[in-house]
């Protein structure tokens, strides 16, 4: 197998072609890695800069009343993390802010490609995307006439004449295949991992993470290169063999992604969103509405507050209502907004479903979705900033609700307020990423989907090994 | 050798390989799919269009109810009739104009905002009535009828023709149409690379008569606008056939010639555009979020500018002395600056913001001789009105209207003081189609 190895890698290796697309596999590594780390840098220096005056607006607001405070809200940005410099994932399709406020559960507005023309539709290059689409090309054209090109030449029958056992030819071959990929893929990876750091971007990338990423395309390189091996050798023709590994490579990364995206889309169709906000507001209406003061749900409240005080006025009770009132609202609207937002995500969860599971079948939607999830800038992410966000939300109006009921103020008195440095000493939001086991979990179908890919390559490979010598 | 004879020899050629008719029927179902998602793109959108305009019905009948019952006799004036309060239970909406053509090119509609509130509060760039986007499906991009002919019909096109003529050579059969064609040649190997490309055309030629038919059921279709689009599908065609022709005259063998089309369709639709994206996306960040998420603070330190401000505002465009004097003046001068401040500063950011895009596009204009299918891409978007230039002249539309609606509102309340069942008849209204 060894001497196979030695033999096909220095062959390919002496290829000029092989020379040549390798070199300027190794440039198109530096120059994605370089731009990628360049708007990284950028798209970081934003965030933290909208961050910090964010939260300055916040700290800063003054003597203010809480539940107009609630109302001023908040704002939170789409993270960047040190690992979405490898893969920008979905997040320019992704909603780039959020307002938190009083009442309302926003959703994330404002995402990059709205800011982007209809051009910016044919893709953006990055180190993932360079892994994903190129990478594989690379491979074929190293690998569609390696035993091919044995039996046009009839070398195949030398060969064979030596005494070799059909499977240390194959496993050689494509072994070496393997090795020069890997090369090259670890070299795009050092290559962003040191301009990274040399452009100074600050945050390290998470060691776990960073392995399982490498992992993750290792899986994806080991497929590629055993089936474009196995092809080769079960085809014996090298146009033949050309033909349908870049037939492949079309389907695989042009044409599947397309169809499974949009056959999602048409099983699972999401509902309008003028029917969601009509939904939405007729439900509310069932509850306490903080702002109405017709509202009888709100006379009610009040008088279940009096009996408890045993009290006959509002303000004689030792509590301001109206935080309570606000606070009752808010409880509800909650409840409401779980409901509805629930029904939105699991048909959004579903429109996904499909190019998940068809990952089983496209090694490419394999490695692309783990890649994303990894990079922490896939759909799930973005998803659990969401929900962590409302969730912050819900504790900093229950703590300002709470300010207004017990701060000291009574009912009516919409002019008290806190001290001013009150608002600073509350916890700002931190945006806490899901661990990586929680990611692996999410993408289990997906690294899955790859291992089986690598076993079901290597099995055909050796099944195709068994009868390779017979003439 | 007479066309006739070509056209006879490559019938033959043609339906003596069951691959190819198989080809064509799998290529030309790909096809009516993609026409399908289009249309069910569009008929999302539509629908969503009709919904807000019923609502729009059903509020302003309710608001018509509503000051029906008014007693316009005295002088008090009821909540409803003034500017704010009136557009709060109004709650306008608004919807893009939608070309059913976008049932071709579905473009950057799944990413863009096209219903919007037209509230004179909510600036253009709220989205209460933004579809819920999916990040992963707007990541993969839409399969339609565009990226059917874009990355789709040059494959087909590629299956067809790449051993043409070079097939021939290597099964040592060219000697027959050299003798048969001695002096044409040329001429012959085109008209069947040109017979070939016919071939690949014809699916997406049966797609768009269906979508054709379709269409002309449509409100708001114009024939000259599937014209426009079919014109633009046609270059890019040819452009396919030229390259196709040139490759096969550089007389490689059958492998080389098919490695080197699909270098070619690498290039065109991979390689320069996804440079040329990535190169726009480095020189124009998205820096926009930060602006607008300032823009909350706007209103307020409008409302707080002090009174002076506020009255040169109004004197600008009431350069009169008030007719009421009452309670309400300093309050409606005041309301009046503070729309006004809030509205200069929403057109400041917008403009902004709009300028940044136009200057994207410029710069992706200059890279179109060497980008042909970013070129096409954008024609046909023009067409489906589904690119960006569409979605800008409506947010500034939108602007206008708003505008136009608060002037009408509030010079009511400054010259009439009361706001009377013709008032509301007289309001602005939306016409998507309107240039």
Same mark, same amino acid.
């Given at each position: 197998m060894f001497f196979f190895l030695k033999i096909t890698l220095i062959q390919a290796l002496r290829q000029r072609y092989v020379q040549v697309i390798s070199l300027m596999l190794l440039l198109i590594f530096v120059l994605v890695s370089w731009n990628g780390t360049r708007v990284h840098k950028m798209r970081n220096a934003a965030y933290t800069e909208a961050t910090l005056t964010m939260r300055n607006a916040w700290s800063t607001q003054g003597a203010v009343n809480p539940h107009n405070s609630a109302h001023y809200g908040h704002i939170i940005f789409q993270p960047v993390t040190a690992m979405q410099v490898l893969d920008n994932g979905v997040q320019p399709y992704a909603g780039g802010m959020l307002r938190l406020e009083a009442h309302k559960q926003n959703e994330p507005a404002f995402s990059a490609a709205q800011q982007r023309t209809e051009l910016s539709r044919f893709g953006d290059f990055s180190l993932a995307w360079v892994l994903q689409v190129l990478m594989p090309l690379f491979i074929i054209l190293l690998g569609f006439n390696i035993v091919s090109a044995d039996f046009e030449n009839d070398t195949i029958k030398l060969i064979a004449a030596q005494g070799p056992h059909p499977f240390q030819y194959l496993l050689g071959k494509a072994l070496s295949i393997l090795l020069i990929a890997l090369i090259l893929l670890y070299a795009g990876v050092t290559i962003q991992f040191v301009i990274y750091y040399a452009a100074g971007s600050g945050v390290p990338m998470e060691a776990a993470h960073l392995v399982s990423w490498l992992g993750t395309y290792t899986l994806y390189v080991i497929v590629i290169s055993v089936l474009s091996v196995a092809l080769s050798a079960a085809l014996k023709n090298s146009t033949a063999s050309l033909s349908m590994q870049l037939a492949g490579w079309i389907l695989w990364m042009i044409i599947m992604p397309r169809v499974t995206a949009n056959l999602g889309a048409n099983m699972y169709p999401v509902e309008h969103r003028l029917a969601f906000n009509t939904i939405l507001a007729e439900d509310r209406k069932k509850g306490i509405d903080g702002h109405n003061p017709a509202d009888q749900r709100i006379k009610a409240f009040e008088d279940? =507050?009096?009996?408890?005080?045993?009290?006959?006025?509002?303000?004689?009770?030792?509590?301001?209502?109206?935080?309570?009132?606000?606070?009752?609202?808010?409880?509800?609207?909650? =409840?409401?907004?779980?409901?509805?937002?629930?029904?939105?995500?699991?048909?959004?969860?579903?429109?996904?479903?499909?190019?998940?599971?068809?990952?089983?079948?496209?090694?490419? =939607?394999?490695?692309?979705?783990?890649?994303?999830?990894?990079?922490?800038?896939? $759909?799930?992410?973005?998803?659990?900033?969401? $929900?962590?966000?409302?969730?912050?939300?819900?504790?900093?109006?229950?703590?300002?609700?709470?300010?207004?009921?017990?701060?000291?103020?009574?009912? *009516?008195?919409?002019?008290?307020?806190?001290?001013?440095?009150?608002?600073?000493?509350?916890?700002?939001?931190?945006?806490?990423?899901?661990?990586?086991?929680?990611?692996?979990?999410?993408?289990?179908?997906?690294?899955?989907?790859?291992?089986?890919?690598?076993?079901?390559?290597?099995?055909?490979?050796?099944?195709? *090994?068994?009868?390779?010598?017979?003439? | 050798m007479h066309i006739s004879t070509i056209f006879f020899l490559e019938k033959k050629l043609l339906i003596r390989d069951k691959w190819i008719l198989v080809a064509l029927f799998l290529f030309t179902l790909t096809a009516l799919w993609s026409l399908h998602n289009g249309q069910q793109v569009y008929h999302y959108h539509a629908t969503a269009a009709d919904s807000l305009q019923a609502a729009n019905n059903a509020n302003f009948a309710n608001v018509k109810a509503q000051l029906d019952t008014l007693d316009f006799s005295h002088n008090g004036r009821a909540a409803v009739e003034t500017p704010f309060t009136l557009d709060y239970r109004l709650k306008p909406m608004v919807s893009r104009e939608l070309n059913p053509m976008m049932a071709f090119s579905i473009g950057q509609n799944d990413v863009l905002v096209l219903h919007k509130s037209a509230r004179i509060t909510q600036p253009v760039f709220s989205n209460d009535f933004d579809d819920f986007k999916n990040p992963e499906q707007l990541l993969a991009g839409s399969f339609d009828l565009s990226f059917y002919l874009l990355f789709l019909f040059p494959l087909l096109f590629l299956a067809l023709s790449y051993n043409l003529q070079s097939a021939e050579k290597e099964k040592g059969i060219w000697i027959n149409w050299q003798a048969a064609a001695s002096k044409g040649l040329l001429a012959a190997h085109t008209w069947r690379i040109t017979i070939r490309w016919v071939l690949s055309l014809a699916p997406f030629i049966i797609v768009s008569i269906v979508g054709l038919i379709w269409l002309s059921d449509q409100y708001n279709f114009m024939m000259v606008d599937w014209l426009k689009w079919q014109g633009y599908a046609l270059l890019y065609c040819l452009l396919w056939l030229i390259i196709v022709w040139l490759i096969h005259q550089l007389r490689l063998n059958s492998m080389l010639n098919g490695i080197t089309i699909l270098g070619v369709w690498i290039l065109l639709l991979i390689a320069i555009p996804g440079v040329v994206n990535t190169l726009s996306n480095s020189s124009y960040a998205d820096s926009s979020q930060i602006d607008i998420a300032n823009f909350r603070d706007i209103p307020e330190a409008s409302w707080e500018a002090p009174f002076e401000v506020h009255k040169n505002y109004f004197a600008k465009r009431y350069n009169k002395p008030l007719k009421d004097t009452g309670l309400y003046s300093e309050t409606i001068v005041k309301a009046y600056g503070y729309m006004m401040m809030t509205l200069e500063a929403e057109e400041v950011l917008h403009s902004n913001m709009t300028e940044a895009l136009l200057n994207r596009k410029q710069m992706e204009k200059a890279t179109f001789l060497i980008n042909p299918a970013a070129a096409i891409f954008r024609g046909f978007t023009q067409v489906a009105q589904s690119g960006q230039a569409h979605q800008i002249a409506f947010e500034q539309k939108l602007y206008a209207y708003r505008l136009q609606r608060f002037y009408h509102m509030n010079d009511n309340l400054v010259n009439a003081y009361r706001f009377k069942p013709d008032d509301l008849l007289a309001m602005p209204e939306w016409n998507p189609n309107e240039e």
């Amino acid at each position: 197998m060894f001497f196979f190895l030695k033999i096909t890698l220095i062959q390919a290796l002496r290829q000029r072609y092989v020379q040549v697309i390798s070199l300027m596999l190794l440039l198109i590594f530096v120059l994605v890695s370089w731009n990628g780390t360049r708007v990284h840098k950028m798209r970081n220096a934003a965030y933290t800069e909208a961050t910090l005056t964010m939260r300055n607006a916040w700290s800063t607001q003054g003597a203010v009343n809480p539940h107009n405070s609630a109302h001023y809200g908040h704002i939170i940005f789409q993270p960047v993390t040190a690992m979405q410099v490898l893969d920008n994932g979905v997040q320019p399709y992704a909603g780039g802010m959020l307002r938190l406020e009083a009442h309302k559960q926003n959703e994330p507005a404002f995402s990059a490609a709205q800011q982007r023309t209809e051009l910016s539709r044919f893709g953006d290059f990055s180190l993932a995307w360079v892994l994903q689409v190129l990478m594989p090309l690379f491979i074929i054209l190293l690998g569609f006439n390696i035993v091919s090109a044995d039996f046009e030449n009839d070398t195949i029958k030398l060969i064979a004449a030596q005494g070799p056992h059909p499977f240390q030819y194959l496993l050689g071959k494509a072994l070496s295949i393997l090795l020069i990929a890997l090369i090259l893929l670890y070299a795009g990876v050092t290559i962003q991992f040191v301009i990274y750091y040399a452009a100074g971007s600050g945050v390290p990338m998470e060691a776990a993470h960073l392995v399982s990423w490498l992992g993750t395309y290792t899986l994806y390189v080991i497929v590629i290169s055993v089936l474009s091996v196995a092809l080769s050798a079960a085809l014996k023709n090298s146009t033949a063999s050309l033909s349908m590994q870049l037939a492949g490579w079309i389907l695989w990364m042009i044409i599947m992604p397309r169809v499974t995206a949009n056959l999602g889309a048409n099983m699972y169709p999401v509902e309008h969103r003028l029917a969601f906000n009509t939904i939405l507001a007729e439900d509310r209406k069932k509850g306490i509405d903080g702002h109405n003061p017709a509202d009888q749900r709100i006379k009610a409240f009040e008088d279940s =507050l009096l009996t408890h005080y045993k009290v006959s006025k509002l303000d004689s009770l030792p509590v301001n209502a109206d935080g309570l009132i606000m606070q009752a609202d808010e409880n509800y609207s909650n =409840l409401v907004y779980d409901n509805h937002f629930t029904r939105i995500r699991n048909t959004l969860d579903n429109q996904n479903k499909v190019s998940r599971y068809g990952a089983l079948l496209n090694p490419f =939607l394999a490695a692309r979705n783990l890649s994303m999830g990894i990079a922490q800038s896939d $759909y799930k992410h973005y998803l659990q900033l969401v $929900y962590d966000a409302e969730q912050y939300r819900r504790y900093l109006v229950q703590t300002l609700n709470e300010k207004m009921a017990y701060g000291g103020s009574k009912a *009516g008195e919409w002019d008290w307020a806190p001290d001013s440095t009150w608002y600073a000493s509350l916890p700002d939001f931190v945006y806490q990423k899901p661990t990586l086991k929680t990611t692996l979990y999410w993408y289990s179908t997906e690294w899955l989907s790859l291992c089986l890919w690598v076993c079901l390559a290597t099995a055909w490979l050796l099944w195709i *090994g068994r009868n390779l010598f017979r003439f | 050798m007479h066309i006739s004879t070509i056209f006879f020899l490559e019938k033959k050629l043609l339906i003596r390989d069951k691959w190819i008719l198989v080809a064509l029927f799998l290529f030309t179902l790909t096809a009516l799919w993609s026409l399908h998602n289009g249309q069910q793109v569009y008929h999302y959108h539509a629908t969503a269009a009709d919904s807000l305009q019923a609502a729009n019905n059903a509020n302003f009948a309710n608001v018509k109810a509503q000051l029906d019952t008014l007693d316009f006799s005295h002088n008090g004036r009821a909540a409803v009739e003034t500017p704010f309060t009136l557009d709060y239970r109004l709650k306008p909406m608004v919807s893009r104009e939608l070309n059913p053509m976008m049932a071709f090119s579905i473009g950057q509609n799944d990413v863009l905002v096209l219903h919007k509130s037209a509230r004179i509060t909510q600036p253009v760039f709220s989205n209460d009535f933004d579809d819920f986007k999916n990040p992963e499906q707007l990541l993969a991009g839409s399969f339609d009828l565009s990226f059917y002919l874009l990355f789709l019909f040059p494959l087909l096109f590629l299956a067809l023709s790449y051993n043409l003529q070079s097939a021939e050579k290597e099964k040592g059969i060219w000697i027959n149409w050299q003798a048969a064609a001695s002096k044409g040649l040329l001429a012959a190997h085109t008209w069947r690379i040109t017979i070939r490309w016919v071939l690949s055309l014809a699916p997406f030629i049966i797609v768009s008569i269906v979508g054709l038919i379709w269409l002309s059921d449509q409100y708001n279709f114009m024939m000259v606008d599937w014209l426009k689009w079919q014109g633009y599908a046609l270059l890019y065609c040819l452009l396919w056939l030229i390259i196709v022709w040139l490759i096969h005259q550089l007389r490689l063998n059958s492998m080389l010639n098919g490695i080197t089309i699909l270098g070619v369709w690498i290039l065109l639709l991979i390689a320069i555009p996804g440079v040329v994206n990535t190169l726009s996306n480095s020189s124009y960040a998205d820096s926009s979020q930060i602006d607008i998420a300032n823009f909350r603070d706007i209103p307020e330190a409008s409302w707080e500018a002090p009174f002076e401000v506020h009255k040169n505002y109004f004197a600008k465009r009431y350069n009169k002395p008030l007719k009421d004097t009452g309670l309400y003046s300093e309050t409606i001068v005041k309301a009046y600056g503070y729309m006004m401040m809030t509205l200069e500063a929403e057109e400041v950011l917008h403009s902004n913001m709009t300028e940044a895009l136009l200057n994207r596009k410029q710069m992706e204009k200059a890279t179109f001789l060497i980008n042909p299918a970013a070129a096409i891409f954008r024609g046909f978007t023009q067409v489906a009105q589904s690119g960006q230039a569409h979605q800008i002249a409506f947010e500034q539309k939108l602007y206008a209207y708003r505008l136009q609606r608060f002037y009408h509102m509030n010079d009511n309340l400054v010259n009439a003081y009361r706001f009377k069942p013709d008032d509301l008849l007289a309001m602005p209204e939306w016409n998507p189609n309107e240039e």
